[in-house]
Nanobody, 126 residues
Framework: QVQLVESGGGLVQAGGSLRLSCGSS????????MGWFRQAPGKEREFVAA????????YYADSVKGRFTVSRDNAKNTVYLQMNSLKSEDTAVYYC???????????????????WGQGTQVTVSS
């Protein structure tokens, strides 16, 4: 089973920054659009950001626009989520995902993603 591996989560004060990374030894990221989702306790998983397979196109949820930046380094088979000006409401488990189909498409909904990581906890203290 293909697995993605996230890292970089942790505890940070409000206003601080974290950078999440996502890699895989089994999936060639350059063939897929990638996304980041998050799930807070008692809430449904929600879309955070997405990036096209070349990195030329990115999309963000309104709640993180202007604070988060998604990027990728296909040579390193890694996708990043730079999170700045963190707020307590950003506290969640963050998941990296790869689109279920090879190609340039970008998706905003979880069912369109076929490969997922195990998640990394981000906790923002106020």
């Amino acid at each position: 089973q293909v697995q993605l591996v996230e890292s970089g989560g942790g505890l940070v004060q409000a206003g601080g920054s974290l950078r999440l990374s996502c890699g895989s030894s089994e999936l060639t990221f350059s063939r897929y659009g990638m996304g980041w989702f998050r799930q807070a306790p008692g809430k449904e998983r929600e879309f955070v950001a997405a990036i096209s397979w070349t990195g030329s196109t990115t999309y963000y949820a309104d709640s993180v626009k202007g604070r988060f930046t998604v990027s990728r380094d296909n040579a390193k088979n890694t996708v990043y989520l730079q999170m700045n000006s963190l707020k307590s409401e950003d506290t969640a488990v963050y998941y990296c995902a790869a689109n279920s189909r090879i190609g340039p498409q970008i998706a905003f909904m979880a069912p369109h993603y076929g490969y997922w990581g195990q998640g990394t906890q981000v906790t923002v203290s106020s």
